[in-house]
């Protein structure tokens, strides 16, 4: 934390000065050398805390650099917001894992002759770093297969069924639309659009499966179910292309990468740069498909360097400016929402907000109307201000940190998917306000009931047959 001490202190002083370039290039350094630690630590490159430090406080050095005439000089209040956000979550994740050890360390103490040979073989992780989520994770057995099976093709059904509707409803395709910018934008029915987006799941929940079914038998009863997760793949892929949806498209995919490399063992930062490379051609695709041309573009950038190429704008603008749009609210936010604003979710899921517009009137503060995407934190300080920035990182590191222990001590694949998410939001920590975002919570509850349906089909049912179809 030193390092980062001193380097936060030299990119606000830096700042003050008007040398933005070594302002952005201190909190990148920090951002570098906090992954590093995290990683080296723990050999984990996808531990949670080191994604944190690495995407949140290096997309603050990004934003620093100044690039767009719409980003100002930060607040005072909004760089203690930034540096409050990050040690708050730092600290509580240190603190939890400290108390995690000692407990596994005075449980280890009064373990029994009987408890350390079933450690030995493996039931009980013994890995000295385990707690820290380091090695690989025991794979489930052959008993989960046909759950996440089952689970996965009627999750592809229940969203392809919710597409369907909406189109029939609606009226239109948002890929088969020209000339529209935002047409992407209105497709959705209240409710159901919850269920069509859940296909983003799917991808992940094969890659579960492909871990889970085992080696192929002499039936080719396993060769039938591969096509047919394949085709729940292409499906549930295809369905975001449809919707016109970028960020869909690429949370599926860098979301089942993520859960192949917890699974498979194979941590390696490559696998996601390669996912990356491969989603670019579709990306440009869905761009040139919802009408945002190289001159809109750079018409709402407005880029200081005019002759900045597109490919270097749009992805900075899609960092940077999210932490000036919370400088924003800081500098115009006239009181306290005071919990309203967070609790969202519940209001939309529950249909509350149809019966009290007012709970959801709440306007957002952005530096320019199409930019509205904003930081993980800024519902946090709409509620209540830096200390509503505070309780909800200490929360947010600690639950980071007890994840991580689920990952080793779980049984369930279900913790692989959740821990993927848990991974990509802190990837995207500077896009948007995920834990006040109502298709966040849909998709924890879809995940929960994964779960439960997979833990009842291996309760009931091992192997090939199931409860239902035994005699």
Known sequence: MLIYLICYAAGMLFAAGGYYGMSGFSLMLAAAYLYCYDYLRTENPLH??????????????????????????????????????????????HFTERWRNSRAASTAGSETASDKAQSENGSITAHPKAASGVGKPPVPDGG?????????ILLTAVSAAAFVLEAAVLGYIPLFMRGVPHAYSYFHISGVHYF??????????????RFCAGKPDRTGALARKR????????????????????FQLVFAVILAVITYMLMSGRRRIRYLLA??????????????????????????????????????????MYIANNYDNFNCLVEQLPRYALGVRGLFPLW????????????????????????????????????????????????????????????????????????????????????????????????FAATAAFAAFIEICNKYGKGEKLWYQKK
């Not at 989960?144 to 996965?152: C, I, S, T």
């Not at 069509?196 to 499966?209: E, F």
Request: aromatic share 18%; glycine share 4%; charged share 10%.
């Open 48 to 93: 949670l805390r080191a994604l944190f430090s690495l995407f949140w406080v290096g997309g603050e050095g990004v934003s620093c650099l100044k690039l767009s005439r719409l980003q100002t000089d930060w607040n005072l209040e909004t760089w203690a917001c930034f540096f409050v956000a990050f040690t708050a979550c730092w600290t509580a994740f």
């Open 227 to 246: 096509m047919c997760v394949l085709a729940a793949v292409l499906l549930s892929l295809a369905i975001p292309l449809l919707c016109v949806s970028r």
């Open 348 to 443: 939309a899921l529950t249909g509350l907000k149809f019966l009290d517009p007012a709970l959801t009137a709440y306007p957002i503060y952005v530096t320019k109307e199409e930019l509205t995407t904003v930081t993980l934190f800024y519902d946090a300080y709409y509620d209540f201000g830096i200390a509503g920035v505070f309780v909800f990182s200490c929360a947010l590191g600690a639950a980071a940190s007890w994840l991580m222990d689920r990952l080793v001590k779980g049984k369930n694949p279900a913790w692989y998917l959740l821990y993927a998410q848990a991974a990509l939001y802190f990837m995207l920590s500077f896009f948007t306000t995920w834990y006040s975002n109502p298709t966040t919570w849909f998709y």
């Open 144 to 152: 989960y297969a046909n759950g996440v099976y089952f689970a996965l």
């Open 196 to 209: 069509t987006v859940s296909c983003v799941l799917v991808p992940s929940a094969a890659v579960i499966w």
């Open 275 to 316: 996912a990356v490379c491969a989603l670019i051609p579709f990306y440009l695709i869905l761009t040139v498909a919802r009408s945002h041309d190289v001159a809109y573009l750079n018409g709402i950038f407005e880029m200081k360097n005019a002759a900045t190429p597109i490919f270097i704008t749009q992805p900075y």
